[in-house]
């Protein structure tokens, strides 16, 4: 078995796209799970939810089996190859909010630029947390498939209507494992949600708002793989309908019943000092 394994990295490891980039790069350490490793990274996010390093080790110890088959089949296609030709990093894209206030009012590039100057957030943001890891950069298509799932995070706030707070979190990292299935997504997701039905006593449907954003994701076409300069250019409205994301109705439920019962959504856990806010990998 370990053979087949050593033979099934070779092979990963001498692929590389049209221009000679290495899908894998043989300096690249392999994946481990490691559940121990990754409960306690979740329970020192929940101990200081602003340091983020947490979910990226997450990750890090819940690898996903299906990771590298997905990498190799955009990275490696016509499609891929042109992505990374036009976007080979989408920070720079994401940043500019001069060029993108200059497309159409409604356009999902307007509800972006609102979303990240209202909270406060950069794509160079995140890739600062991700980089507080010390992580070695490789320049494979790993890399570049890895960083386009990061960096599209806060675009999935965008198209599904989630907020920021709490459970918002919780959902697009439901939504996230729907696009992609990942025992990280799931794990944080659920963990996540656990703890606030926890921490807050309430009828609010904390697990339908989950489910109902994780079905979502498996509607909506991966991010990872759109055209991100096309994405932001379409209307908002149209875009949803396009990929199938409606208005998620047991998330608004929660923040009603939530109010009813008077519990800000946006500031439920606070008192505790445990609130489990999390960002995507």
Partial sequence: MSELKSIIDSMEQAECASDGTLLRDPARAQPKRNIRKAIHHFRELIKNKEDTSHVFQIYEHLPSKHFMPRVRELALSPKGEELRRAEPTLPPILDNHDALRKLPKGSVAHAYC??????GLSA??????????GRPKYGDLVEWFGFRQRDTHDLMHVLTGYGRDAL??????????????????????????????????SKAPVLKAVNE???????????????????LAMDLQQARTMFGISDPVWYHKCHEVWRSEGVDPYDMLASKNDEPKLAAA
């Fill in 114 to 119: 609102d979303f990240m100057e209202r909270e």
């Fill in 124 to 133: 160079a943001g995140l890739v600062a947390e991700a980089e507080k890891l």
């Fill in 168 to 201: 918002g979190e919780q959902c697009v990292l439901l939504f996230t494992h729907g696009q992609s299935p990942s025992p990280g997504h799931l794990v944080i997701g659920y963990a996540g949600a656990l703890n606030i039905m926890k921490q807050v006593r």
């Fill in 213 to 231: 954003a994780k079905r979502f994701g498996r509607t909506c076409p991966p991010l990872v793989e759109m055209s991100i300069r096309e994405l």
